[in-house]
């Protein structure tokens, strides 16, 4: 139970709104950003001073807009000064990026990553020297306000401790304490599931924007999954929510990786696909779950089985999670994309028999928009969180 | 994205904050509201003297503390004075009840009901003489400041109308329109999924109580859920999340009511429990399902393995909300509290076979507090919510 807020939280608090809106959204006019948060001009106008002076935001005319008279000064977040470190590791690709305020990617490196045990040297080694190269490149005057990691695994929300991934069994790596430590700029490192990350880089930037219940579908190797609640990422009681890949669909089914039988993982994973079509072997990874689906497309007969089949279960997964979380979106992501692209008429049939005809009346079916760099926009949404919610005291640190 | 509140809403905030706090919490020491609401003396004082004034609580001397030295006064919701009328319509039972603020069933009527077709008639008739005899009954210094619904079946966020039920297939009843219009108080009636309203009962008064992130199981004679989502149950887009009963667990399964296959609800429902010990017949119900429970204390090979199928679809049930919410309790509510009762260890040995390790480690497996009271108090909660959120303004007008 909360008592109401001090005149000062009360500021603080419209200073990250409005720096929110900035950042989601782009230039803004204050006309628009006053009937958009609902404060009055004058509020708005002391609001933006705040930011500008603090090199959040500046105030410009806006690009041609076609109409005639004098046009309005837009507030634009200052994107090439302000930015954060967003950090990716996916099970076949280490990527680093530097993002900018308002989610431009403004540097960024990649490196292709064996697929085998985890081990933190071979992931924490080139991610540090990424990071390293970007910020030997910035300009004096730029400053970094966070630094993010979307893991392809499990993580504890209290401390972000890595606990379990693909190919990694269950384990108990403080991977963002020990990327902090290397990184060495004086920054926390924040950790989130891959998947949760995407869900929400989807739900803000991407084909689930405006949504507020979606569920986010990522396949890798594995298959993961991010639930937006009512606006808000679903984590749970310690942060491992949105296991969906780990929902038994298919008890009698193929032994998954997790020790059960028969999870939407099992049954609709890269391995299930490749096997069914009779590809499994060397190549594997995206390329390979695009050759099955092109490969049905031409007609091959083996191929359209293996996905149909997948498909199927794809579809009784998606019913199920139709059914617990009556979404208004349902987002294909990863690898997934390609699946349920080569296998919609399926999912949709599935659908039909078995989620409930209520829930599923206004649902869409959609692949992501931000393909492979969800999760990447995702990490750095996450960095993005503190200087978001208390914009002056993160810049006093940051810059100080 | 919001504007930071007024002064006035502030203390609206506040009021409602208070009176919510002595109504869930009972009677408490201003000193004790001061500590746990983080707000001055002077302010406690001065909200408590408007709650006063308005007859929502009274300040008085507490129970005996056995503490020596002056008792300080408490502040206690005024039970007997203001109430809500709370409706429970099960597939067995009509239940309507007058609960005061704090939570206090005052008065109560209950009628069997013979299972079958819905009819509006027979359901909002026999309720809504309830709820005339025992307004006759009330005193006049009384006020009834809200009235509320729990429906055995799938109810729209947006207008209160039942979409779907168990023997009922697809309908569309405006159920709260007709019981406003039928109980003739001036008073809208909201009605709510009784499962949902049950894991909010449970939540707010139950064995839930502090839990943040629980999912409640409702046996009835199908199988609903309730999730609460970091302390905020789950609706879903138009009010119809938290159909656990409808993910289906054995694809090749028993036919379901809603025209799938191998649901929760047709694998772990009063009918395959019954079917599985040989019992289905004429008499169903409860007794009927304590009575296989019973026969398998008794050694009754047949009705233990039916107890242990059941137990066995139950346990993977669970599994998979484990991996998709990461709840820190699963409540076993309705019929269900009998069949977890009867196959606990069957439900436990499934769930570390498919749950993943680090999303089950704290979890606890818990039956309902309330018991067959859940869905009623629930209700009342739901009717409660306007006066807890503006505690003035819905006693002015339910005094006018």
Known sequence: MRAGPSQEEIRRHNLGALLRHVHLSGPTSRAELTSRMGLNRSTIMALTAD????????????????????PSLVVRPESARVYVFALDVGVDRLVAARVGLGGTILDRRETVRRRGPF????????????????????????????????FSGGVARQDGVVRFGPNMGSVDVPFGEEMSRRLGLGLPV???????????????RGVGAGCRDLVYLHGDVGVGGGVIV?????????????????MVVNPDGRPCGCGSHGCLEAEVGERALLEAAGRFGPQVGRDAVRAVVAAADRGDIVAQAALNRVGDWLGLGVANLV???????????????EIYLGSAAQVRSRLTVDALGPAREH??????????????VGAAELAFTQVLADPLEVLARAGS
């Open 51 to 70: 930011l500008t002076t603090a090199g959040l935001v500046r105030e410009e005319l806006p690009r041609e807009t076609g109409r005639a008279g004098r």
């Open 119 to 150: 081990s933190l040297e071979e992931v924490a080694g080139p991610l540090a020297g990424f990071v390293r190269q970007m910020h030997r490149k910035t300009r004096p005057d730029t400053v970094c306000v966070g630094a993010a990691a979307a």
């Open 190 to 204: 924040a950790v989130g599931n891959d998947a949760n990350l995407a869900a929400m880089a989807e739900h803000l």
């Open 230 to 246: 009512n606006g808000t990422l679903l984590g749970g009681h310690q942060g491992f929510g949105g296991e969906v890949g780990h």
């Open 323 to 337: 059914n617990v979380f009556n979404p208004e979106m349902v987002v294909f992501g990863g690898m997934l994309r």
């Open 363 to 376: 649902l869409r079916l959609r692949t992501s928009a931000l393909g492979d760099d969800a999760t990447l």
